[in-house]
């Protein structure tokens, strides 16, 4: 029986391989790919658990591999495992050398993967196992039934947010897989309990902490310590754990943390709400708010982040990247509620500003046409025309859309503002100094501090 292998952190290196680990960080900032899979090799050849040893080299050789479409097994890579398997069986260290040889050859493989992350599982390394299907997920997204494997295994660990992110992952893949959209709620709901004590000892010492009042558990939401509202979580926590499709302890919780401010957590249950209620246009436009929300703290979040650490490339590229991802995202859902209903005008002004904000101008123009019929929401949606037209340089279209909005506003509020703003930007686009001095005069005379008004009025006068 061979020795079995425990997973290691670099402090646990011994001299000569640390050495090793350190000229294969060298060679990876010189770009010497090759060199640096072959010194990551000769480290787990004698430290098989050296999880990090094994992650370097899986990236160099995605780096040295890039363009190769052997990559997934669920495709069929022509990869056979028997002899791996094999050799496994015989000599466990000696097998997972061959197994990371191949590797080298192709990283994103599959099957290779799978058989890393099986045998890693058997031979309790969590990390290991972990690294050799995150592996798939981030070469071969394709591959859901590798992705639900992890999912599960993430499951198994106690991970559920982990598990969640993977399920989301599988959801972008295949929108149908009914067993993924379930298994996201599921594991966000058990991701919540567990981050917000609401498990086992967390629920009963919320009961204790609570007075027992009934009907105080049962005033209005508004009126509660936060104390109560986290009391009365855990018990609707408890009773979701017993029947997860009662509609009203789902609707129920879905508030509670509308109310805390989790808005990811209460877009979860929002939209399992929506599921559940066999449709209900209420509830889905919650989850979408909740969704949006949560996605502008995160943006905000990282703005925040980028303003302390000026000049962060990668942080700029996540922003970017995050924004560009909600556009589309947005853009999906506004889509698919017109399709549904393509009579509303709210949902087509909904749909027009989604793809305003993607930056795709000549889509959004007629959705946003037909949505004029609606005079609630007339004058934004002719302030998102006016930008629409501005944007495809058709300046005098832009203004004569911003006329027709100020013709149903009298006084100078926030939305009178904004339109009279945006009329000063696109005449000063014409060169119509004049005309765009009269649009931030009428703004400067009723509010000094409105964006930039008060130093464009007074350098028209010198001042």
């Not at 050296?50 to 890039?66: D, F, G, S």
């Not at 002899?83 to 990371?100: C, Y």
């Not at 000549?362 to 949505?371: D, K, R, T």
């Amino acid at each position: 029986m061979s020795e079995p292998i425990v997973e290691i952190s670099e402090g646990q290196l011994p001299q000569n391989l640390r050495t090793l680990w350190l000229k294969s960080l060298s060679a990876v900032e010189l770009q010497n790919y090759s060199y640096a899979v072959s010194l990551c090799q000769a480290i787990l050849k004698e430290a098989p658990g050296y999880v990090e040893a094994r992650k370097l080299a899986r990236r160099c050789a995605v780096k040295l591999t890039a363009g190769n479409k052997k990559k997934s097994g669920f495709f069929g890579s022509g990869v056979s495992t028997s002899r791996l398997q094999s050799q496994l069986k015989k000599d466990l260290r000696a097998g997972l050398m061959a197994l990371e040889k191949d590797l080298g050859e192709n990283p994103n493989n599959g099957d290779l993967n799978e058989l890393l992350f099986d045998t890693a599982v058997q031979e309790n390394m969590p990390e290991t196992a972990s690294f050799a299907l995150e592996t798939v997920r981030k070469g071969s997204p394709e591959n859901t039934k590798l992705l639900h494997k992890l999912a599960s295994y993430y499951l198994a660990l106690d991970k559920p947010q982990e598990a969640a992110g993977v399920y989301k992952d599988i959801i972008k893949q295949d929108s149908t897989d009914i067993d993924a959209v379930k298994g996201e709620k599921d594991a966000t709901a058990r991701a919540s309990m567990k981050s917000g004590g609401w498990e086992k000892g967390g629920i009963e010492d919320s009961k204790k902490d609570s007075s027992g009042d009934k009907e105080q558990e049962e005033s209005d939401r508004a009126g509660m310590t936060r104390e109560q509202k986290k009391a009365k979580l855990a018990k609707l926590m408890e009773e979701y754990q017993q029947d997860q499709n009662n509609l009203g302890v789902v609707k129920e919780i879905a508030e509670v943390y509308e109310d805390f401010g989790y808005w990811s957590d209460a877009h979860v249950f929002y939209d399992w709400a929506y599921q559940l209620s066999h449709k209900d246009s209420t509830l889905k436009n919650k989850a979408e708010k909740m969704k949006n929300k949560d996605a502008d703290e995160q943006i905000e979040k990282l703005e925040a982040q980028l303003v302390s650490e000026p000049g962060n490339v990668e942080l700029e590229a996540q922003i970017l990247a995050y924004k560009q991802e909600r556009s589309k995202e947005s853009v999906v859902e506004a889509q698919a509620s017109v399709d549904q209903n393509p009579t509303d005008p709210q949902l087509r002004f909904d749909l027009g500003l989604a793809l305003y904000n993607s930056g795709d101008f000549n889509g959004a123009i007629p959705h946003l046409q037909q949505a004029k019929r609606n005079p609630h929401i007339r004058t934004r949606v002719l302030l998102t025309l006016g930008r629409s037209f501005d944007a495809k340089g058709m300046y005098d279209i832009g203004i004569s859309q911003l006329e027709e909005a100020l013709e149903d506003l009298t006084a100078m509020d926030g939305t009178k503002k904004e339109v009279l703003y945006e009329m000063g930007l696109i005449y000063m686009k014409m060169e119509k100094k004049a005309e765009a001095l009269a649009c931030f005069k009428q703004i400067y005379e009723v509010d000094y501090g409105y964006r930039d008004v008060a130093q464009r009025v007074e350098d028209a006068y010198g001042s």
